[in-house]
């Protein structure tokens, strides 16, 4: 089994930046990617980055491109979001999850295999 912890969640202004973590535990990492979503509320969860394990390449959703920045400790086993330029509509739960998965498959939830219990961003405007 592996285990994901989420953790840097907070009420911010619109323009300030945050930076999530999530550590990973449980099992080698070395055939998943690693990937953030994210839920409004009463709205689907959704792709916001990915990052692949051994290479280190990364993926965007193109509302958060440009903004955040995925990333990869692989001593400290944890995964980074750093969230700049921060808008009242990033807000949501954002969620860790680890999963086998390809660049063509990764936005889809189902994929999946293990998820964190989520952490909240609130950005006010």
């Known amino acids: 089994q592996m285990q994901l912890v989420e953790s840097g969640g907070a009420l911010v202004q619109a323009g300030d930046s945050l930076r999530l973590s999530c550590a990973v535990s449980g099992r080698t990492l070395n055939s998943y990617v690693l990937s953030w979503f994210r839920q409004a509320p009463g709205k689907e969860r959704e792709f916001a980055a990915a990052?692949?394990?051994?290479?280190?390449?990364?993926y965007y959703a193109d509302s958060v491109k440009g903004r955040f920045t995925i990333s990869r400790d692989k001593a400290k086993s944890t995964v980074y979001l750093q969230m700049n330029s921060l808008k009242p509509e990033d807000t949501a739960v954002y969620y860790c999850?680890?999963?086998?998965?390809?660049?063509?498959?990764?936005?889809?939830?189902?994929?999946?295999?293990?998820w964190g219990q989520g952490t909240q961003v609130t950005v006010s405007s």
């Open positions: 990052v692949g394990w051994i290479a280190g390449s990364t």
């Open positions: 999850a680890a999963g086998v998965v390809s660049a063509m498959t990764m936005r889809g939830l189902g994929k999946y295999d293990y």
